[in-house]
């Protein structure tokens, strides 16, 4: 009876005692005919070890507030500014820079010395077609000709498509671009319509002061600003 229960458990014995040499010791090649031999579904024994489980970060509250305060100022940074925009010399009310200035003057107004003066009405430093270049020199009737370019009519006028002082426009222009352009080039003026139909933007093609031929097409030249 012994005999009997010691050749039952024998295998047994013999199998945990193998079991533990190989899993103490051996290299993953000794223990891979075992693990085969005992166990089912054992991985093949090139299989990569599979890696340990990712660690969930953790998010410091603060710092999550503070990076969706700073997307959020990045995002309304990167949006184009709407206006108003104000021309400098009327900003700092540097008035003298283009109106004449009395101290028994009419109206508002200082001077860039800081003095208080106010403006005399109707008088202005220069005559109109020179005002403007004096500051903006490359869009002078003489620097378009020096450089052999054909200048827009009403360029040599300034205000007829800007306003001197502040804008809710771009370039502090009168109206958005299409607008303003088609003030003069209405239906019936534009060459060749069929080319302008859904256009918006008059500026994506054209500029607005000068070119090489009547057209002004930027291909052709490309006006600085």
Avoid at 146 to 171: K, M
Wanted: hydrophobic share 40%; glycine share 6%.
């Amino acid at each position: 009876m012994r005999r009997s229960r010691l050749a039952i458990l024998l295998p047994s014995l013999l199998a945990a005692l193998a079991l533990l040499a190989v899993f103490s010791g051996c290299t993953r090649q000794a223990r891979y005919p075992v693990l085969t031999f005992f166990f089912t579904g054992v991985p093949p024994l090139d299989a990569p070890d599979e890696p340990p489980p990712a660690e969930t970060p953790t998010v410091d509250p603060a710092l999550a507030k503070r990076a969706l305060i700073l997307a959020k100022a990045a995002a309304e940074a990167a949006k184009p500014y709407e206006g108003p925009f104000i021309h400098g010399p009327y900003a700092s009310r540097a008035c003298d820079q283009c109106h004449e200035m009395a101290a028994g003057g009419f109206g508002f107004g200082t001077t860039s010395q800081g003095a208080d003066k106010t403006i005399v009405p109707g008088k202005f430093v220069l005559p109109p077609d020179q005002l403007c270049v004096a500051c903006h020199t490359s869009k002078s009737v003489a620097v378009v000709q020096a450089a052999g370019l054909r200048l827009h009519g009403p360029a040599w006028n300034c205000t007829l498509c800007h306003h001197p002082h502040n804008s809710q426009n771009r370039y502090f222009l009168r109206l958005v671009p299409a607008k303003l352009c088609r003030q003069c080039h209405a239906d019936g003026f534009i060459h060749d319509t069929e080319l302008h139909a859904g256009v918006e933007d008059c500026l994506d093609c054209h500029n607005p002061h000068m070119g090489r031929d009547a057209f002004m097409l930027r291909d052709d030249y490309q006006e600085t600003f």
